[in-house]
């Protein structure tokens, strides 16, 4: 390796950074050559390591910049052999004349993006359906591809699909959609997504997530933050669901049974990462997301208590959203590194977290447990109370009522 290209790895190195480890030469270095890892510190420390996470290992290793190779972007991407066959199939449901579908199949759709199927290995089924996550830009534009597989699957389940509802949504925005669902489906352990554990396909999950950064968390944050509208054409307010990739903002909450499904796919992926990955590995993905997204990021945070405070509304999307949001922000809340998160006065931590300091105020300990629901407009009143601006309060507490 050069000198110039070893200043550029070491640039680059930091915190959710995805790499193949190779050249070590110990006994135990050996049996982890070629295996990826990822990145769990901010800096090295004074030997010049670097703690790693290792897939498929539960210790963390500290590992030399020397012994750690990029992982390409794109990887060859081999289709399933009965690809053509099935693509056609499902172009022609869509209405598309033998011609036309010929034409796409063999043109743009020949690679298969985002098509993986159960009887493929977890990591390899979590990194095709992460390529859905992609988006176009001025650099950028990804290959067009048919749903089919995993995530046709989980897609079709959702009830966008019912003549009722209406969506503002593009082509990507469902690829999205499908990818959000499926990688939900997977870290709950689906009996579709046929995971052996959630522990497991959210560890492949997440290093699928971290492999395709920036572009794929910026996705699911994205998701979260600026919503599509998912209802009624009737209802449909244009200045309420303006996105914009550059001046990102939360878009109008919404409380049909769509929007819902929907939005169990990016929150619900959220909170399952969280519960079931080592606190090592949630932290680093909070910390990158932070030191990566200073704008979606604190978005996020706002969307989920604005969740919480509809939940004590009674909304719909409240009473069925809120529990994944309070895991979320209970997880968060650990990372006290974080100077977004010391914004929040301490009493906060203990609302948001489940620990026995709820013992010095025993009515805390009703507010934000898994299994518990917000009942007390005050109770909400109080967290959003703690937050620093008073300003941002009032405005999560006015949505509550929208």
């Known amino acids: 390796m050069s000198d110039s290209k070893n200043d550029d790895e070491n ?8 790499v193949v480890l190779d050249g070590l030469q110990s006994a135990a ?24 996470k290792v897939l498929h290992r539960d210790k963390t290793v ?34 598309l004349t033998v011609r036309e579908t010929q034409e796409r199949t063999i043109g743009k759709f020949r690679h298969g993006r985002g098509i993986c199927y159960s009887d493929e290995s977890v990591f390899h089924r979590a990194k095709k359906l992460v390529q ?12 067009q591809t048919v749903m089919l597989g995993m995530s046709d699957l989980f897609y079709s389940s959702l009830a966008i699909h019912e003549a009722k509802f209406q969506t503002g949504c593009s082509m990507y925005d469902l690829e999205h959609m499908a990818a959000c669902v499926s990688l939900a489906g997977m870290a709950q352990g689906h009996p579709q997504s046929n995971c052996p554990s959630p522990a497991e396909a959210c560890e492949c999950i997440l ?22 509208y998912i209802g009624n054409k009737s209802d449909y307010d244009e200045s309420l669901f303006r996105r914009s990739r550059e001046n990102p903002a939360l878009t109008h909450a919404q409380d049909n049974a769509a929007y819902i499904d929907v939005m169990k796919g990016p929150i619900g992926l959220l909170c399952f990462l969280m519960c079931h990955l080592k606190k090592e590995c949630s932290l680093a993905l909070f910390k990158y997301m932070e030191q990566h997204f200073q704008e979606l990021f604190p978005l996020m945070i706002r969307r989920l208590f604005t969740i919480l405070a509809r939940e004590s509304a009674g909304t719909a999307d409240g009473k069925a959203l809120g529990r994944y949001s309070r ?12 100077s977004f998160i010391q914004r929040f006065p301490f009493p906060l931590y203990y609302y948001l977290c489940e620990c026995e300091s709820f013992e010095y105020k025993p009515e805390a300990q009703q507010l934000l447990m898994e299994d518990r629901s917000i009942t007390r407009l005050d109770q909400v009143e109080e967290v959003m109370m703690c937050l620093v ?3 941002i309060a009032f405005a999560f507490w006015d949505e509550a009522g929208n």
Not at 11 to 18: K, P, S, Y
Request: hydrophobic fraction near 35%; charged fraction near 25%; include cysteine.
């Open 11 to 18: 640039a680059n190195i930091g915190v959710g950074r995805i």
């Open 62 to 95: 500290g590992i030399k910049i020397n012994f750690m190779k990029s992982v390409p972007q794109t990887e060859e991407d081999t289709p399933h052999p009965d690809y053509m066959e099935m693509c056609m199939y499902k172009m022609s449901l869509m209405g």
């Open 327 to 338: 895991n979320i922000l209970a997880r968060i809340c650990d990372f006290r590194e974080s």
């Open 132 to 143: 859905l996550l992609d988006y176009p830009d001025e650099d950028h534009t990804p290959p």
């Open 29 to 52: 270095g050996k049996k982890i050559n070629g295996k990826y890892a990822m990145v769990l510190s901010s800096e090295e420390t004074d030997d010049g390591r670097w703690e790693c």
């Open 389 to 391: 601006e008073p300003d």
């Open 207 to 228: 290093f699928a997530l971290m492999g395709a950064a920036p572009r794929s968390i910026e996705t699911l944050l994205g998701f979260i933050v600026m919503t599509p």
